[in-house]
């Protein structure tokens, strides 16, 4: 089992960058695919980014690829999403998400361990 806290977000103008952070409060992340998710308001909650175990494998929604990065580092229990060149549309709940499968998915069900959620607004 993983306890996943997050930190960062808050409001940014377009074009602007954020990073944020998903740790491990219990548990070790390094056994786990980490995901990103959003949810904006009446929208169901969606994939952004997955990283492998060992960080050599990431996989991004169409929508933030070439904008956001996902990242990690075992040894400091630790996830990242930089975020760049926001847009407006970017506005959500972004998730933190833990998996043990192995395997990258962008699938929400895949998920089993979930961060509190952290808002992201993006102001145009």
């Known amino acids: 089992q993983v306890q996943l806290v997050q930190s960062g977000g808050g409001l940014v103008q377009t074009g602007g960058s954020l990073r944020l952070s998903c740790a491990a409060s219990?548990?070790?992340?390094?056994?786990?695919?980490m995901g990103w998710f959003r949810q904006a308001p009446g929208k169901e909650r969606e994939f952004v980014a997955a990283?492998?175990?060992?960080?050599?494998?990431?996989y991004y929604a169409n929508s933030v690829k070439g904008r956001f990065t996902i990242s990690r580092d075992n040894a400091r229990n630790t996830v990242w999403l930089q975020m760049n060149n926001l847009k407006p549309e970017d506005t959500a709940v972004y998730f933190c998400?833990?998996?043990?499968?192995?395997?990258?998915?962008?699938?929400?069900?895949?998920?089993?361990?979930w961060g509190e959620g952290t808002q992201v607004t993006v102001s145009s």
């Open positions: 990283i492998s175990w060992s960080g050599s494998r990431t």
């Open positions: 219990e548990g070790t992340l390094s056994n786990y695919v």
């Open positions: 998400a833990a998996q043990d499968t192995g395997m990258i998915a962008a699938a929400l069900e895949t998920y089993d361990y």
